[in-house]
C-alpha cells in the first residue's frame, strides 16, 4: 500500500503486544541462502528456498494483516539483499525514536543503508548505532523496560550506545546461547506478564530474571527448531503464528489468545518466522 509521504513521519512501539497500526515488510522474491548464517540454513541449503512459494506465503500474510485493518508497507525488494524479508532486523522502534541498525554479516550489510534511503525520502527521522553491531531481532521493547539479546549479531558496544541514546528505558542485556540467531528466536513477549521462552538457550539466572517479570511459556526443542517463540502480535491477545506449532497454539489458545494460523514454511527455512519479518512502525 502506498502512503503520501507526509503520513509515515509518525513512529511509536511501546510494547511486543498492542495493537498494530502500522508495519514494514518485503517481498522475499529474491529470497535464497546465498551464505549460511544460522543453524536453519545449514539444515536446508541443498534444497533452498523456493522463492515463488515463499512470495505467495508472504502474500497471504500480507492479507490477513490488511484484514486485521493494518497499514502494511512495502520495502522494494533489492537481487542484492537475499535476507531483505527480514525486515525487523535493519531497525527497531523504541518508544517514538526508530533505531537504524547495524548489520554485522556481510550478506546482510547494506540493507540498514537502504533502509536509511527510504525513511529519509520518507520524511522519518531515526537515530543510526555506530558502535560495534546491533539488529532489530535482538530487541524487545516492554514499556520503559528494553531487553536486548547480547549475542553473536547484537555486541555490547552497541546495547551501551543504546542506552546512552534511550534515557528513561530501562536497557538490560540479555546473553543466550550463540548457536541460537536473535533473542526473538527464544524468548517474546506476548502480554504485560506473559512471555514465550526457550529456556535450554539460556543459563538458569537469566531464566529466573525473566521468570520474575513474565509467566515464562516453555517452548519445545523442536517448535523451537520451527521458530514456536516468534510468533507476531497484532493486539487484543490476537497473534500469528505457524500451523505446525501445534503444542505453542495450544497454550495459547488456553490462555485466552486468538490464534491465526498462518503458513509461511518456506520463508522459515531461511532463520525467521513472523516476528521477524515484520517491523512495526506504529503500535498502541
Not at 45 to 56: F, G, R
Not at 75 to 98: C, M, S, Y
Not at 124 to 146: A, H, L, P, Q, W
Not at 191 to 220: G, Q
Amino acid at each position: 500500500m502506498d502512503f503520501p509521504k507526509d503520513s509515515l513521519s509518525k513512529v511509536t512501539c511501546h510494547n511486543e503486544y498492542g495493537t498494530l497500526q502500522r508495519v514494514l515488510l518485503c517481498t522475499p522474491q529474491f529470497m535464497e541462502i546465498k551464505e549460511v548464517i544460522n543453524e536453519t540454513q545449514e539444515r536446508f541449503v541443498n534444497d533452498d528456498i523456493n522463492s515463488l512459494l515463499a512470495v505467495e506465503q508472504h502474500e497471504s500474510l500480507i492479507k490477513v494483516l490488511e484484514k486485521e485493518n493494518i497499514d502494511v508497507i512495502l520495502l522494494t525488494a533489492n537481487e542484492k539483499f537475499p535476507e531483505q524479508v527480514f525486515t525487523r532486523d535493519i531497525g527497531f522502534t523504541v518508544g517514538e525514536t526508530l533505531f537504524l541498525a547495524n548489520m554485522k554479516r556481510k550478506v546482510r550489510q547494506n540493507e540498514d543503508k537502504t533502509f536509511a534511503k527510504w525513511l529519509t525520502e520518507h520524511g522519518i527521522s531515526f537515530e543510526s548505532i555506530k558502535n560495534g553491531s546491533i539488529e532489530g531481532g535482538d530487541v524487545i521493547v516492554d514499556s520503559t523496560r528494553v531487553w536486548v539479546g547480547s549475542s553473536d549479531r547484537t555486541s555490547m558496544e552497541a546495547i551501551d550506545e543504546l542506552r546512552g541514546k534511550s534515557p528513561g528505558f530501562e536497557i538490560t542485556a540479555v546473553p543466550f546461547m550463540e548457536e541460537y540467531l536473535h533473542l526473538d528466536c527464544v524468548f517474546n513477549i506476548i502480554s504485560p506478564n506473559e512471555a514465550l521462552i526457550y529456556p535450554k538457550a539460556f543459563d538458569r539466572n537469566v531464566v529466573n530474571t525473566l521468570s520474575s517479570c513474565y509467566d515464562l511459556i516453555d517452548v519445545s526443542s523442536k517448535e523451537q527448531f520451527t521458530l514456536g517463540t516468534n510468533i507476531l502480535s497484532i493486539g487484543n491477545r490476537t497473534v500469528i503464528s505457524l500451523p505446525i506449532n501445534k503444542e505453542v497454539n495450544k497454550k495459547l489458545r488456553r490462555r485466552g489468545f486468538s490464534v491465526v494460523e498462518v503458513d509461511i514454511s518456506e520463508i522459515i527455512k531461511s532463520g525467521g518466522s513472523f516476528r521477524c519479518i515484520t517491523l512495526p512502525l506504529i503500535r498502541e
